[in-house]
């Protein structure tokens, strides 16, 4: 029988109690279940099952999109133009609501796998399913303000025909305690050696990441190798870059996966390691989860100054009791991928948006 253990939360524990770590920490051991295969391909399965988290479409503590497998009415205009059928929704948007309205959910598929094509069904066609690229819903983007979606209709528009389902998931990782199965670990295209060159790459730079410098060395499992070039099996010197895990999913535009507990052990190493923050916006969406971003772009919009991104609230000893996001002490606001249960007698006087609350607010 195989065992499998994950001690992050024994080492993050450790380094905030200040205590070194004797061990390398290994990297998380990832068990998936048949669902976790299902939902690559796609499965029906009754509405009531899915839940919204952050304002994001949750199954059974996955991150998934809804579409409509059956396109009978238009399957050889969508065949033509995949345009023109059935949007992919990937959020709690105006649409899904209308549409549970109207008791049309029982037509919806759920889904987590990174292919962007789509298989559609006819009930007049009795060959093979094919396979079409569905585009996203725009409104879902739109209320989720997905790479400032709401900025304008171009913006909206762009955003859509280059939507990314991989970028997509590991935008929001934070959010979800599961990963999709095919991003666990990709290992296609590294070369055999990989594994020791990485370890060459990152002991020469001491473990410290190249693009925010923060030092690694009790967290060795969020220090990563980047492909500068984007080519796998090229590792000369100069094509290779150690970065935090943080640094190294902004490098690929967003599409590495990074859990909520790590990322808050990046943020916590970038305010004990770093110098104070600057106070300037562009540092902050270099600092922040991008999971944040969409709310924080609506932040900036209402004309609130630079927030201090990975605030502590601590109670009346000095004790910390709890981790924002991103705060506004001035005035109180705070931003928080789930909102802190219970509240802290310390945050009673504030105003805590949880992920998604925002773009609820202002629609």
Known sequence: MKLEFDFSALGQLAARMGKPVGFVLPTKAFKFEPVDVELEDGIEIPIGDITVRSGLLDYKGRQVVLYIKDHTNKFDLTLANPSKGFKVHIAQCRTLNDMQAKGRFQRYHVRNGVDPNFKISSSKHSGPEPEVALQVCQFCLTHINYKNSRESAAARYRNAKEFNLGEFFATYSSVFPRLPRAMAD???????????????????????????????????????????????????????KVLCADCHRKAHGGAIYVSHADMQTITRLRREQLPPQSGDWSEVYELADPAIHGELQLMGKQGFNAPVIGYEVVDASGAVVCELEAAWPDSQNAIAIRRPDPMPAALEDWKVFELGELSRLIE
Not at 214 to 219: A, K, N
């Open 186 to 240: 990709d290992r296609v295209g590294y070369t055999d050696d990989w594994e020791d060159v990485s370890k060459r790459a990152r002991e020469q730079y001491n473990y410290q990441c190249q693009q925010c410098d923060i030092e690694l060395q009790q967290h060795k499992n969020l220090c990563h190798v980047h492909h500068i070039n984007g080519v796998k099996n090229d590792n000369k010197s100069a094509n290779l």
